[in-house]
T-cell receptor, first 114, second 109 residues
């Protein structure tokens, strides 16, 4: 099992450019999440999905769109990148909302917006 | 608002014991998680507490006091590979994880 995979691993964008980050999991998990991680701050939830065809806003959704393509794949799109979106982006998945369920993380995408 | 506090950085010696504290104020409580994150890598699960008391897992133990909004992660027999950031996270009333900023642990020989 590959677990949670993310593409790309690194990307440099210019302000105003767009890009899509892709996440896939092979653990048959229902829930998937997109986080961003910035120095000195905790992981912040951007958007999440509780199942195929569903998405919901997290703590910091502005400037991002998501799509739950199928049970395995969850994409994050930046339509017009801004320097404030320079961050490390992590995708995570979990089997269900049960209290003890741990989140499994992908390796991250390091994005720089110039 | 919701808040998770943990020290920014700690230093310890190889072979010693270190305790990393976490205090939280959240809307609801459905468990507390500790994750380890090596530099440049993804977080990985260490422990979960939902009831008061101590959970032991090898060299790592985690303690929870719900009445005090407090947890700690105890690492024994420190090894150089334990140098990492340790993230405290609380699952709130909406079953979403609220994350602390992490504690960077530096192990010295």
């Amino acid at each position: 099992n590959a677990g949670v995979t993310q593409t790309p691993k690194f990307r440099v964008l210019k302000t105003g450019q767009s890009m899509t980050l892709l996440c896939a999991q092979d653990m048959n998990h229902e829930y998937m999440y997109w986080y961003r991680q910035d120095p000195g701050m905790g992981l912040r939830l951007i958007h999440y999905s509780v199942g195929e065809g569903t998405t919901a806003k997290g703590e910091v959704p502005d400037g991002y769109n998501v799509s739950r393509l199928n049970k395995r794949e969850f994409s994050l799109r930046l339509e017009s990148a801004a320097p404030s979106q320079t961050s490390v982006y992590f995708c995570a998945s979990i089997h269900g909302s049960g209290e003890a369920n741990e989140q499994f993380f992908g390796p991250g995408t390091r994005l720089t917006v110039l | 608002g919701q808040n998770i506090d943990q020290p920014t950085e700690m230093t310890a010696t190889e072979g010693a014991i270190v305790q990393i504290n976490c205090t939280y104020q959240t809307s609801g409580f459905n468990g507390l998680f500790w994750y380890q994150q090596h530099a440049g890598e993804a977080p990985t699960f260490l422990s979960y507490n939902v009831l008061d008391g101590l959970e032991e897992k090898g060299r790592f133990s985690s303690f929870l006091s719900r009445s005090k909004g407090y947890s700690y992660l105890l690492l024994k027999e420190l090894q150089m590979k334990d140098s990492a950031s340790y993230l405290c996270a609380v699952k709130d009333s909406n079953y979403q994880l609220i994350w602390g900023a992490g504690t960077k642990l530096i192990i010295k020989p």
